[in-house]
Structures are given as structure tokens and as C-alpha cells.
């Protein structure tokens, strides 16, 4: 690939530009070759050399350095009236213009940081030759003549390399065909053989020497070959554009239907970067999956990503997916409804509702041992419960939306492992993939989650882990029910394709990383909501997956959520404590790294400014 600048450009407008009708290829497929002819022999060269060197530490934007340099100095040299030294100090500028690009390739260390510094050095060092040759005629013939012609060619040369460089990608159907596309296209071909430009000027000088006529001809090209390009491309453009006012404003049928389409569509969808503690950001990769359809999944592949799914749970064990309510996963399970026994919920008061719908749907017996909010459990509680009841089954969660805590989830365990009967049940629909959870390591049982988790993807399928080592007959009985094709059959297609899709990103760099990763960009946004906007965590023992922070006004904390949607497209949650002061929820569960912790916080600080400021003028 050519990495000089304008090159390049011609050559995607080249392989991109005019469609022939017949054949479907471009007019310039079948006419242009790999590289422009000039560059051949110096890729060759540089191909050789980049095979060579590709292990060592050869920087590539030393390389680009250098040749700008030998640029400046074939410049120097050509402004001295030695026109043949000049062009081979250009000739050997350009060899290295071909290595620094072969060599990032090879050291796979490409960046736009390399393709910016190039760009420079090219309009600097094409810049430096065509005005030492300027220079140069003004030494030999210092006259007035010799100033204007020095002026206009560095104009013209400048307009045409921004010219050149203007060049876009369009694609041309046929329907679009004109005279100002032929004119475009012969132009631009016929440009492009002579890329790199300063090869042909160098050599013209070194066969004629240095002249005023040569330099005012060189003048004229620049010129005829900016305009040539600019004049074309101009119609081009006014053509699209009147397609795209008439479809505008076009009476046909479809038009103004598609126009009140998307206005509508504007006004109902949700264009802001959310923030909230059970909907986690989304992968660019998953959100490219929603304009698309999906297949149904197969019953393989849900057994291929339930195998996969293990990883985050940390079991042995069996993993099922369903698109089934909880309660009747467990009334399945049969875990949940034995007369005989209580099932103790250890929780916030919107944990505990959650479970009375499903532990009374499932015909248990149910007991509530609540934790004040932003407190951790009271271990002495549980095993004083634990004591003194017959409890079946120890419901916990691994980390609470409501009030942001993370629980002790591996002492619980302890606790109940002492016990020998009891079940231990982790609720990690926010946790998973974010906290800890080592479900085979802590004597977990049956552990739940759902794909808008950790694992980033939308809501509609949830999770059910099961430790067999404990459970024989409720895996055999769950396997049964959930392992079958009329349960696959019931799983939306773009949210299973969205969660193979997570799994798939999170296991590629390692549960652990992103765990780690999760940890810091959580200990980030504390920092700024205790260090920058100078307010009070609610949690003692914070989880990584939300941020849960008091605000002391409700209203102040409804009108901060209100700005930072309406002027920074920015959402967060709100709420209350207890004692009816304000809160707010950042959720970072998902996609979410530095940059977004600054952009929130400070969002936050500036929506707080703004209604202060309102309230008192």
C-alpha cells in the first residue's frame, strides 16, 4: 500500500470510482497496476529491506524523519544549481517513504500517529524541492520575473497537492454518469502515473537544468492539473447533491413516508450513553447486531455457549440458559418448595420482594433476615438464623443495584456449609462477569444470572448455574427441561447472538483481565464522586458494578439526572434512601472504560453547576 498521502487517495478513488455497467468493475481495474509505476522498483527494494530488518528495533517514524530530511537536503542541493545529486538523494527519500510503511507492517506497529507525521514530512519535503528550484533560477537570473515565478509555483504546487489530497472515495453508479466523471477519472489516471510527483519534476530539471521556461511549464501542469480535478469533482458533487434536494423534497410516493419515518424515529429513540446499574453498555460489536437478523440458534450452540459460560460462574458444573421467568426456572428446580423448611432471604428490602414472588410462586416458606441500606450482611445473624430455624436454602446476592454493596458471599458459604443440609442460592443477575465469583471454590449451589449482567448483552435470557457435585437429581431434572429444542426454540435470536458475541470478547482476553479491568474503572468513578464532586459513597463494601452515591436533595438528584440526559447524553439512575435523600446510580458493568469515567463525572459536575447557578439567578 502507498503510504504517501495523495498517492493513496488517487488510488482508492482510482479502484473505487467509475462502475462500468457490463461488467460491474471499475473503469480503472482492468488500467491501474498495484502501485504506480515510479514506486515499483523502490517497494521492491524496500520489501527486501523491511524482511531484513523486521526483527530489530528500528523505529518507523525515524525512518520517516530521515527521508523528510533527505528531502530538505535534496532542496538544499537543487536551490545549489545540482539537479542530478538532488534527485538521487529524492530517489533514496523515496526507497525509505516505502520502508517506514513496510517496516510498521512488519513490526505490526502501525498507528495514525506514523500516518500523521508522514503526511507532514510529504507536504514539507515536496514543499522544500519545488521551492529550492525556485530558489535556484532566482540565483541564476535575479530578476523580478524570477520573484513572481518563485510565488506561483509554490502557490500552484500547494493547491495541487491539497487538491490531489481532496480526492475522495466516492462510488459512481451508473445512473450518476456524466462527462465531469470521465474528465475526473482520466485526470486522476493519468496523475497517478506520475506519483511520487517529485521523481518527474527532479528528473525533467536534471535532463533540461535548471530554467525559467521549465519551472513556468511545471507552474502551468500545477495548475491545469488542480483545476482539471477540482472543476469535476465541483459537478460531481452538485449532481449528488441535487439527488439528495430533489429526494428531499420529491412528491414521489415513498419519500415523504421514509422522511416522517425518520423524523419519528429521532424523536423516539435514545441516543444517550447509558449509565445504568442493569443495563449494561453494550460492545460496538453487539450493537451492530440490531438492524440485522439473526438465525435461531441451534440446540448445539447453546450448549457450545453454556459450556463457555462456566468460565464466569468458576463450576464444574452444568449451565443453562432460558428465556423462562425465574420463578418458573425454580418452580422446575424444585429447589424452593419444601414444606418443611424456610427459605431465608438475606437482603435490601427490593431483593426481599423480588424473592417473595418467586419463593410464594413456588409454594416455600419464606424468611427475611433485611440489611439496612449501604450496610454489609451480619454474618453473626446469619449463623445465628442458620441456628435456630430449619432453613432449606440461604438466598443472597453476589452485589445489590440498590445500594451499590458488594456481599460476602464466601463466608455466607462457610456458614452454610456447616450446616450440611442447607443450600446456598447467589442471585448474580448484576454481579456476573464483574465481581468475583467462584462458585465450586465457595460451596455455592445454584447461582442465577441474566445476559444484562457483566456478560453485556440486552435482557431476555437468563442464566442458571447448578454445582452437580451436590445436585444430581436437580441437574438430571433440570437438563431434562431446559436441554431440549422447544426451550431453544423460545430464545431470542439477536440476544443469544449478542451474548455469544460477549462471552465470546471477554473469554478472548481472560475472565480474570476483565475482572481486574472492572475493579479499576469502578475504583475510578468512587474516586471522582468522593474526590471531585465531594459527595458520600452509600455502600460500605462497594461492587464494581455500580456506583451508588447520596445526593442529600431528591430534587437535586432528579434535576442532575434530567441535565446530564438532556444537555450530555448521558443516563444514570436516581433513587432514595431510606430516609428520603437523594441518590444516584452510575452502572459500569459493561463497555465502559477511562475516557468514561471522566466524561460522567464530569457531566455530573457541570449539571450540578448549571441548575445551581439557575437556582440562584
Not at 468460565?311 to 420463578?327: D, I, K, M, Q
Not at 449478542?498 to 480474570?512: D, H, K, Q, R, W
Amino acid at each position: 500500500m502507498v503510504r504517501s498521502r495523495h498517492a493513496r487517495r488517487l488510488r482508492r478513488f482510482a479502484r473505487n470510482g467509475l462502475v462500468e455497467v457490463a461488467s460491474g468493475r471499475t473503469m480503472l481495474d482492468s488500467a491501474r497496476p498495484s502501485h504506480p509505476v515510479l514506486y515499483k522498483p523502490f517497494y521492491f527494494a524496500s520489501g527486501k529491506l523491511a524482511e531484513a530488518w523486521g526483527i530489530r528495533t528500528l523505529s518507523p517514524n525515524v525512518v520517516t524523519i530521515t527521508w523528510g530530511l533527505l528531502q530538505i537536503g535534496s532542496g538544499v542541493v537543487l536551490a545549489n544549481n545540482r539537479p542530478l545529486i538532488s534527485f538521487l538523494i529524492a530517489c533514496l527519500a523515496v526507497l525509505l517513504d516505502c520502508l517506514d510503511g513496510d517496516l510498521a507492517r512488519s513490526q505490526n506497529r502501525t498507528s495514525a500517529s506514523g500516518t500523521l507525521l508522514e503526511q507532514a514530512v510529504h507536504w514539507v519535503g515536496n514543499m522544500f524541492i519545488v521551492a529550492a528550484a525556485g530558489i535556484g533560477v532566482f540565483r541564476l537570473n535575479p530578476a523580478l520575473g524570477s520573484v513572481y515565478l518563485l510565488a506561483l509555483l509554490c502557490v500552484t504546487h500547494a493547491v495541487y497537492l491539497a487538491t490531489i489530497i481532496r480526492v475522495d472515495n466516492i462510488a459512481f453508479s451508473a445512473a450518476q454518469s456524466s462527462k465531469w466523471m470521465t474528465i475526473l477519472y482520466r485526470v486522476v489516471k493519468f496523475n497517478y502515473w506520475l506519483m511520487p510527483i517529485e521523481l518527474p519534476f527532479l528528473f525533467v530539471l536534471v535532463v533540461t537544468g535548471l530554467n525559467v521556461s521549465i519551472l513556468w511549464g511545471f507552474t502551468v501542469f500545477f495548475a491545469l492539473s488542480a483545476l482539471t480535478i477540482l472543476v469535476p469533482q465541483f459537478f460531481v458533487y452538485e449532481i449528488i447533491d441535487k439527488k439528495n434536494w430533489s429526494d428531499r423534497g420529491s412528491a414521489d410516493f415513498p419519500n415523504k413516508s421514509m422522511i416522517a419515518g425518520k423524523a419519528t424515529q429521532n424523536d423516539l429513540t435514545v441516543s444517550a450513553s447509558g449509565y445504568l446499574p442493569e443495563e449494561p453498555r453494550y460492545p460496538p460489536q453487539v450493537t451492530s447486531l440490531f438492524p440485522k437478523r439473526c438465525s435461531q440458534p441451534t440446540l448445539a450452540q447453546v450448549v457450545e455457549l453454556q459450556d463457555k459460560l462456566k468460565a464466569f460462574f468458576n463450576t464444574t458444573g452444568y449451565v443453562f440458559l432460558s428465556a423462562r421467568p425465574f420463578e418458573n426456572i425454580f418452580q422446575e428446580l424444585g429447589v424452593l418448595s419444601d414444606p418443611d423448611s424456610e427459605i431465608l432471604v438475606v437482603g435490601s428490602s427490593p431483593s426481599a420482594k423480588i424473592w417473595e414472588k418467586i419463593v410464594t410462586q413456588c409454594g416455600g416458606k419464606l424468611c427475611v433476615l433485611p440489611v439496612p441500606f449501604g450496610k454489609s450482611l451480619d454474618l453473626h445473624e446469619i449463623a445465628k438464623a442458620l441456628k435456630e430455624r430449619k432453613v432449606g436454602s440461604v438466598v443472597i446476592q453476589l452485589s445489590d443495584s440498590y445500594d451499590g454493596s458488594l456481599n460476602p458471599v464466601k463466608e455466607v458459604g462457610e456458614l452454610v456449609a456447616e450446616t450440611k443440609t442447607t443450600r446456598l442460592i447467589v442471585d448474580a443477575r448484576l454481579g456476573l462477569g464483574v465481581d468475583e465469583l467462584q462458585m465450586d471454590a465457595w460451596g455455592i449451589d445454584i447461582a442465577i444470572s441474566q445476559s444484562n449482567s457483566g456478560l453485556m448483552s440486552p435482557r431476555g435470557i437468563n442464566l442458571v448455574a447448578i454445582n452437580v457435585s451436590k445436585h444430581h437429581a436437580v441437574h438430571r431434572s433440570a437438563s431434562q427441561y431446559f436441554s431440549c429444542q422447544a426451550e431453544v426454540d423460545l430464545l431470542q435470536p439477536h440476544v443469544f447472538a449478542a451474548l455469544c458475541i460477549s462471552t465470546e470478547m471477554l473469554l478472548a482476553e481472560g475472565v480474570v483481565k476483565f475482572l481486574a479491568h472492572r475493579r479499576e474503572v469502578a475504583a475510578g468513578f468512587r474516586k471522582g464522586v468522593q474526590d471531585v464532586l465531594g459527595y458520600t459513597l452509600v455502600p460500605e463494601y462497594p461492587s464494581a458494578a455500580c456506583t451508588v452515591f447520596v445526593v442529600n436533595s431528591p430534587v437535586l438528584a432528579e434535576s442532575i439526572q434530567m441535565e446530564m440526559y438532556k444537555e450530555y447524553s448521558k443516563e444514570i439512575c436516581m433513587g432514595q434512601t431510606p430516609d428520603k435523600q437523594g441518590v444516584l446510580r452510575i452502572g459500569h458493568a459493561g463497555w465502559v472504560f477511562r475516557d468514561d469515567i471522566i466524561g460522567v463525572i464530569e457531566s455530573i459536575a457541570l449539571s450540578r453547576t448549571r441548575i445551581l447557578y439557575r437556582s440562584e439567578s
